[in-house]
């Protein structure tokens, strides 16, 4: 079996708008993905997902509920875990940050309706986040991408 990854990330919420990542990249279309990042041997879930959002985005956040996690079959294996943030301080990191595939990362907070007509990561974001947000997120939902 090849090497699977984990990854863990924050779903933050202001104002009900989510912070999203915009990454654009020479010759591919935009993407938007809320912040996460690899968890490396030894480190904690939650510890990278609030380490992800201030270094990609400057905030400092507390990751609370986890919300989603996720099996990735295809075209990586591996799992993320998506907590819900809490923001505790910090500026928003307006400029875009150069990213090492030539292409750069930029932070927005986005409506809804502004994520439901884009190409979004995770998945949920565009299905039944939205629907769970209002009752409640009884517990975690085990999604197989």
């Known amino acids: 079996m090849d090497k699977q990854y984990i990854y863990a990330g924050v779903i933050l919420e202001d104002s009900d708008m989510v912070l999203m990542l915009k990454r654009t990249r020479p010759g591919m279309p935009d993407t938007y993905a809320a912040p996460h990042g690899i968890v490396k041997t030894g480190q904690r879930l939650r510890d990278v997902a609030k380490r992800e959002v201030f270094q990609q985005c400057g905030l400092v956040v507390e990751a609370r509920q ?44 986005l409506t809804q309706e502004q994520i439901l007509s884009r190409k979004v990561d995770p998945m949920m974001l565009l299905g039944d986040y939205w629907s769970l947000r209002e009752t409640g997120f009884e517990s975690p939902r085990y999604i197989i991408i």
């Not at 099996?71 to 301080?89: K, S, Y």
């Open 66 to 109: 986890l919300l989603y996690v996720e099996e990735i079959i295809t075209p990586v294996e591996g799992f993320r875990f998506w907590f819900r943030g809490e923001w505790i301080a910090g500026d928003p990191v307006t400029e875009a940050l150069a990213h090492d595939e030539g292409g750069k990362i930029e932070p927005r907070w």
